[in-house]
C-alpha cells in the first residue's frame, strides 16, 4: 500500500521557537494532504487542507499564523508551528490522499509528538 | 453539519470472541462514504473497513464486517475471532467531500 512519513516522530522544544514537521508520501504523488491534531485518548481534528502549489485551507479556528502549511511538492507538505507554547504540545498527523473520485483513500504517517516546555 | 458518533468509550471482548462496535451519523447527502479505522498503541491511523452508502451490501474485510443501516444512519463494525493484536482504539468516520469526519473513538481491549 501507499506509505506516508514523518519527520520527526518526536520533538522536544523550548517555549517561544519554531518547530517544523514534514510529511511526506514515499511511493505516490498526492495534491492533497491534511494536517491533524490529536490529543491524548481524543479523536482526530483536522487542522487543515494542504494543496500542492496553493495556499492551505485551514478549519475554523486553526490560527493560519501559527500553523504554517507548506506544500511546496507533489511529495511534501510541511507544518511548521511558530512561537510554540506548552498548549500546542501535541501529537500532530499528516495523511496523502490518493486516487480518483469514488476510489478515493487516505494514507496517515505515523504521526509526530510536539512537547513544548 | 456531518457529525459521527460513537457511544462506546471503551470495550472489552474475549480472545476469539466476537465484539461489535457503535457508530451512528448524522447526513443531509444520500451519497457518501463511510470508514473504520484503527489506531494501535503505534498510533499508526490503518484503514480497516469502507462502506459506499449506495451499496446495499455490508462491507466485508476477512474478520470484520459492517452493518450498515442506512435509514438509520447506523454503522456498526462486527470484529469475529478477536485476536490481541485487534486491541486499539477505532475510529468511525464520514468522509464530507476531500475531509474526514471522525468520530471520538473506541478503546478496544482484548482479554486472553
Known amino acids: 500500500g501507499a506509505v506516508v512519513s514523518q519527520h520527526p516522530s518526536w520533538v522536544i522544544c523550548k517555549s517561544g521557537t519554531s518547530v517544523k514537521i514534514e510529511c511526506r508520501s514515499l511511493d505516490f504523488q498526492a495534491t492533497t494532504m491534511f494536517w491533524y491534531r490529536q490529543f491524548p485518548k481524543q479523536s482526530l481534528m483536522l487542522m487543515a487542507t494542504?494543496?500542492?502549489?496553493?495556499?492551505?485551507?485551514?478549519e475554523q479556528g486553526v490560527e493560519k499564523d501559527k500553523f504554517l502549511i507548506n506544500h511546496a511538492s507533489l511529495t511534501l507538505s510541511t507544518l511548521t508551528v511558530t512561537s510554540a507554547h506548552p498548549e500546542d504540545s501535541s501529537f500532530y498527523i499528516c495523511?496523502?490522499?490518493?486516487?480518483?473520485?469514488?476510489?478515493?483513500?487516505?494514507?496517515f504517517g505515523p504521526g509526530t509528538r510536539l512537547t513544548v516546555l | 453539519a456531518q457529525t459521527v458518533t460513537q457511544s462506546q468509550p471503551e470495550m472489552s471482548v474475549q480472545e476469539a470472541e466476537t465484539v461489535t462496535l457503535s457508530c451512528t451519523y448524522d447526513?443531509?447527502?444520500?451519497?457518501?462514504?463511510l470508514f473504520w479505522y484503527k489506531q494501535p498503541p503505534s498510533r499508526q491511523m490503518i484503514l480497516v473497513i469502507r462502506?459506499?452508502?449506495?451499496?446495499?451490501q455490508n462491507a466485508t474485510e476477512n474478520r470484520f464486517s459492517v452493518n450498515f443501516q442506512k435509514a438509520a444512519k447506523s454503522f456498526s463494525l462486527k470484529i469475529s475471532d478477536s485476536q490481541l493484536g485487534d486491541a486499539a482504539m477505532y475510529f468511525c468516520a464520514y468522509k464530507r467531500g476531500n475531509k474526514l469526519v471522525f468520530g471520538a473513538g473506541t478503546i478496544l481491549r482484548v482479554k486472553s
Open positions: 447526513t443531509s447527502e444520500s451519497d457518501y462514504y
Open positions: 495523511s496523502a490522499r490518493l486516487g480518483q473520485e469514488p476510489y478515493i483513500e487516505q494514507f
Open positions: 494542504s494543496n500542492e502549489g496553493s495556499k492551505a485551507t485551514y
Open positions: 462502506q459506499e452508502a449506495y451499496k446495499q
